[in-house]
């Protein structure tokens, strides 16, 4: 991270120019680097977020039920989501990392990129308010909103439904392994039905991780006409 050019990133990447630049500064630090690190306005950018998306979700699907307002909600607030944007925007290349951070690869972990990306939105919305911080996310946010021809259903929740339509037991979900260091792990879960079928998957988070097995499952079991 360069202070004397980080003005001018922020600026591009905003759309606004930054007043209290070490308020970004902040929000641009992982806690590998020893210092004062982005957590707090990661936590505060989440919930500008989610409140943003909800509000326009509710806005543009005037009759569409609670159900499907979630669905659609879950996956544009989703850490993958984040990431996307972060990556789109080219972020997680102004993030200080410390040495065994940047080693173990985390310039390229999407838990970081995702975090960094709430936290720069929590820093947008102290620094400029929140209609700054809601243009901001809306223009960003826009092709993912327009590009939900419909509501997507969440893995998980696919696979519980065809268990539950063909009698069979519910999914159960286990932990393989959890390999990587605490700022970019990366878990493998299994996934079974009963004696039917199972597969596993990786993820950058548990939650990652059951999605991704949810998925390849439904996936085989669809393949195979079950």
Known sequence: MNRDTLP??????????PRDL???????????????????????????LGLTIAAELYARYPVAPEGELSSRFNALVSGEACAVVARELDL?????LG?????????????????????????????????AARAFILAQWEPMIAGQVAAPKHPKAALQEWALARGRRPPEYSIVSRDGPDHAPRFTVRVSIGKLAEVSAEGA?????????AAALLAKLEGTGE
């Open 22 to 48: 070490d308020l970004y500064v902040q929000a641009l630090t992982h806690g590998s680097s020893g210092k004062a690190d982005y957590q707090r306005l990661e936590f505060l950018g989440d919930r500008v």
């Open 92 to 96: 997680p290349a102004l993030v200080e």
């Open 205 to 213: 988070s548990k939650q990652a991780a059951e999605k991704a097995a």
């Open 99 to 131: 040495p065994q951070a940047v080693g173990d690869g985390g310039r390229h972990s999407d838990n970081i990129a995702g975090d960094v990306m709430e936290s720069l939105i929590g820093a947008l919305f102290i620094d400029a308010g929140m209609d």
């Open 8 to 17: 001018a990133a922020l600026a591009r990447i905003t759309g606004q120019a």
